[in-house]
T-cell receptor
Framework: AQSVTQLDSQVPVFEEAPVELRCNYS??????LFWYVQYPNQGLQLLLKYLSGSTLVESINGFEAEFNKSQTSFHLRKPSVHISDTAEYFCAVSIQGAQKLVFGQGTRLTINP | GAVVSQHPSWVICKSGTSVKIECRSL??????MFWYRQFPKQSLMLMATSNEGSKATYEQGVEKDKFLINHASLTLSTLTVTSAHPEDSSFYICSAPLAGGRYNEQFFGPGTRLTVL
């Protein structure tokens, strides 16, 4: 079975500071990796995904994540955050070829002015 | 991108009553939809996989007689919480994968907040 661990339940940072949200996964088979963002009282939106190829993937709003197979990690980073980035971020995995998603516990990112 | 809607967005009901939540894929067809439950400040837990034309597949520990799922068409799945109790209060989210390529991206509905008094 697959599992996902997000090491930080809350991450407070100041605006324009860099941030890293950590995600580690466990799986005996190859997986796809995802980061989703959830704004208050809303559903999830896909932020970025790793399927194959380049281990560094980027989103359109400045986030990036790097797949590290040896460390089974998929940490999310942004060099300079904005107030609008305040949200809950979920890391998720799915087995390649399957559709089920297994989510981590979520990390609440709070941006302080 | 594809759009998934849920109705209602929130509902308050009395203990013992049943509540139906709809999940619709607005601009694509979905033979499979997923239902998740999210408690406050917690992650999403997959409850069941809804399959068009066949029975839903429930995750371990989810009562199939309590959470009735019907995938009536290629664009609609419903979750009925029967004889709801306060412990069923939660945020229910559905998702639907958009077929295409080797990876079917899932699109999530906005969620339904259920409060049982």
């Amino acid at each position: 079975a697959q599992s996902v661990t997000q090491l930080d339940s809350q991450v407070p940072v100041f605006e324009e500071a860099p941030v890293e949200l950590r995600c580690n996964y466990s799986s005996s088979v190859s997986v796809y990796l995802f980061w989703y963002v959830q704004y208050p009282n809303q559903g999830l939106q896909l932020l970025l995904k790793y399927l194959s190829g380049s281990t560094l993937v980027e989103s359109i709003n400045g986030f990036e994540a790097e797949f590290n197979k040896s460390q089974t990690s998929f940490h999310l980073r942004k060099p300079s955050v904005h107030i609008s980035d305040t949200a809950e971020y979920f890391c998720a995995v799915s087995i390649q070829g399957a559709q089920k998603l297994v989510f981590g516990q979520g990390t609440r990112l709070t941006i302080n002015p | 991108g594809a759009v998934v809607s849920q109705h209602p967005s929130w509902v308050i009901c009395k203990s013992g009553t049943s509540v139906k939540i709809e999940c619709r894929s607005l601009d694509f067809q979905a033979t499979t939809m997923f239902w998740y439950r999210q408690f406050p400040k917690q992650s999403l837990m997959l409850m069941a996989t809804s399959n068009e034309g066949s029975k839903a597949t429930y995750e371990q520990g989810v009562e199939k007689d309590k959470f009735l799922i019907n995938h009536a068409s290629l664009t609609l799945s419903t979750l009925t919480v029967t004889s709801a109790h306060p412990e069923d209060s939660s945020f229910y989210i559905c998702s639907a994968p958009l077929a295409g390529g080797r990876y079917n991206e899932q699109f999530f509905g906005p969620g339904t907040r259920l409060t049982v008094l």
